[in-house]
């Protein structure tokens, strides 16, 4: 596999994902509303090559107890459209994804948006689809009920399938614009969806001309069963979340399997797990770092997200002992509270510790040095766990300035990263065909 | 009145409004996708010192018989948040008005995107409510009956309680940002809104600071009872069309009133008319580039427009004659109706030119030299007709160039028209008050 390349896309929030990385040093705890950081993170990541910039969201401040929401810097930053539209203008490569809701939105407006920021950027629209599973979103949108997670994607699925056919309203070349005759554009280039589906009725024609990329690129997150499904028929690019290298491939295998079943091409649909990066000079220098964020995160928060994994109350433990070896038989998921305990035992952590690394930011996690990293990456990509990475930062800016300066160098000396881009829209950059009009040769 | 000054937005499509303006000689007829054009003009725009830009917006390929809709570049272009954010970024004072329906969309997304453009553009974003009177955007949207004229107002009204409180989530001090204490925001400073009215369920908080200009300048077009109302509880800026002098000075006198009725100052509600600016070197050039213009209507379609005016099928009259004087009665509008006659007669218009004239643009116009236009508007600001005026370019560039280039000066000139920008928000530059948050001192 002389040829094969990583992607990368970085999964940003402004202040990073990391809920005590506002408190680290140097980091910009007011880039929530302040563009001048945002601009120069994906400048940067740009310069880094990474295929796009990947902004996470929410459609509500997240329900959590007053005590860990305060400390949160995660409850507020800016929209999606307006942030992404506006970082479109301070670069020229670097893929630009959005997510949105197919619960929370109607169809014509996300198809008009994903349509106009693709024209935009010159083609390097994504489209992150979310079913929003959070309850309390729904109250923001006039509902008491969270619809069902099934109801949910049997809506999504109609949603992608109108939002599709939208953007295929025109035929590439049905903008004629002849002064002479005065026609404007072909008619019979046009087409009306005319859609009539269980869970939506949409008329069409979108107000909008067939985006550059004919589509913007298609993101998913789902690891659930119709999740699965749902990526394997229509995303490009799986964005998830495995333990490991063993549970990565085995998704690999699941979702690529399914994709050729739904009669597509493995090499058409991108599995990009999140990896958290943190680089050190040794890979001790580099865990010590991560305690160091970790241990930002406040107990009185950090404890509630470890009495949840163990599905036991985890306050009265002593904080600076080790995990209690007699813990009470519970409901929580056997597999969860196996893997705190390993967790625990594996790095020898006191249960502040470990309490703060599940309030902190618990996933798949690269941390050592620029070659340990790289090592690391290039093996998933070689074992079939991973087309590349979804790459989240521990703390910013020092946490991207490491893995674009560092990182990156590395994997491009091993030749399985790019050392420029060789197109101009994110399609190109993943390697993706851009999709032929369904309604027009 | 010698301190008063006018205030100028620029009432934008890529190509213009005037249905001819692509095939005028060196329009950009590709401006709908080209945003290189676009940033060209806002730049030109803030360059003249304009309040703000000002994109006009459907939710809809228009409904218009097939013959004219292949004609009509107004069919497609960029959708407005994704297009303001990006032009926010090459701009740095001007204002950036974004119309926003209250039918079809949700009070949550409405405000989220607009404190998005607030915070992103440094407080220079403005909301054109409007109710979306065409009934073919309801069937983008599922529905096949469109609302009620007084349904979508009494929604409008509610919507846009919800969407000021939601901008009030946070108290302007609520973000705190100790890195010592641990203490991201206050919530106690943090309101929830808890809305539950006729129309509109919504919980809130919203998910975003405080705008920068605390709300978003509140723009509205309506001129129907209801429209006016709802313009006078709630608008700061009125974007009206007026046919002449006389019916502006009631509009005025009627909106103001209704204002202060309602318990505001006059002076926080600016009526600004749509006005078709054609700039020549003399009077007579100018009609003479506005028959031009015209002219490029192809006659098919503006005949359904003189007929659609009259109440009366018009394509048997002869096109290079007069209008007849033996016009049967029709069901038509007599205001309408009379005013078509009375144009035909003042500017001696055959019947081909009325129809161009009505399929073209028809709204008021100042058509002559710099000075003349420059008089007509302080005429209209003097007498109380406008505080400022919603300018539409018959053509693009040139028409604007003219306008910012020639007629700008002229009204510098006379102390009406601001040399440079005094404050750096859209509220500053329209002479606004920040309004309270209604939740927190």
Redesign the interface.
């Known amino acids: 596999m002389p040829d094969k390349k990583l992607h990368l896309t970085a999964f940003m929030r402004p202040v990073s994902l990391h809920t005590g990385a506002?408190?680290f040093p140097n980091s910009h705890?007011?880039a929530?509303?302040n563009?001048t950081h945002l601009k120069s993170f994906i400048r940067k990541l740009e310069a880094a090559k990474f295929d796009a910039f990947f902004m996470a969201d929410?459609?509500?401040?997240l329900n959590m107890p007053?005590e860990a929401?305060?400390?949160?810097?995660t409850?507020?930053?800016?929209?999606p459209?307006?942030?992404l539209?506006?970082l479109?203008?301070?670069t020229e490569k670097i893929g630009l994804a959005a997510t949105a809701s197919t619960t929370?939105?109607?169809p014509?407006?996300i198809a008009?948006?994903f349509?106009?920021?693709d024209?935009?950027s010159g083609g390097r629209a994504a489209w992150n689809i979310v079913t929003t599973g959070n309850p309390?979103s729904s109250?923001?949108?006039?509902?008491d009920e969270h619809l069902q997670h099934s109801e949910r994607y049997k809506r999504a699925r109609e949603f992608y399938d109108v939002v599709t056919g939208l953007w295929d309203s025109?035929a590439d070349d049905a903008?004629i614009?002849d002064?002479e005759s005065?026609?404007?554009?072909?008619?019979d280039r046009?087409h009306v969806l005319n859609h009539e589906g269980e869970d939506?009725?949409?008329?069409?024609?979108?107000?909008?001309?067939r985006p550059v990329q004919g589509w913007p690129v298609i993101v998913q997150a789902g690891q659930s069963e119709p999740g699965r499904q749902l990526a394997a028929e229509t995303a490009e690019a799986v964005f998830c979340s495995p333990r490991d290298l063993e549970g990565a491939k085995a998704l690999y295998r699941d979702i690529k399997g399914r994709a050729e079943r739904a009669g597509r091409k493995r090499e058409h649909l991108k599995i990009l797990p999140a990896a958290f990066v943190l680089v050190g000079d040794s890979v001790e220098e580099a865990r010590g770092k991560r305690l160091e964020l970790d241990s930002?995160v406040?107990y009185d928060s950090a404890i509630a997200s470890l009495s949840i994994a163990l599905g036991t109350d985890a306050s009265g433990f002593d904080p600076d002992g080790p995990l209690p070896t007699d813990l009470p038989e519970t409901n929580a998921s056997h597999t969860s509270r196996a893997g705190v305990v390993k967790l625990a035992e594996d790095e020898k952590l006191t249960v502040r510790q470990l309490a703060q690394r599940l309030g902190g930011y618990s996933g798949l996690a690269f941390v050592g040095t620029p070659e340990s990293i790289a090592e690391e990456m290039e093996t998933w990509l070689r074992e079939e766990g991973a087309d590349g990475f979804t790459v989240v930062f521990p703390f910013l800016p020092q946490g991207l300035d490491d893995a674009t300066q560092r990182v990156v160098p590395e994997l491009q000396r091993r030749g399985i990263f790019r050392e420029d881009y060789t197109g101009t829209t994110l399609r190109e950059h993943l390697g993706l065909p851009r999709p032929e009009n369904q309604f027009f040769a």
Request: hydrophobic residues 45%.
């Open positions: 506002w408190r705890a007011d929530n509303f563009l929410h459609l509500a401040v007053v929401l305060k400390r949160s810097h409850v507020t930053s800016f929209e459209f307006t942030l539209s506006a479109s203008q301070v929370y939105d109607e014509y407006h008009r948006r349509a106009s920021l024209h935009l309390e109250r923001n949108f006039g509902r025109f903008f614009r002064k005065g026609i404007f554009f072909d008619p046009m939506l009725k949409v008329r069409g024609p979108l107000n909008i001309a930002l406040h």
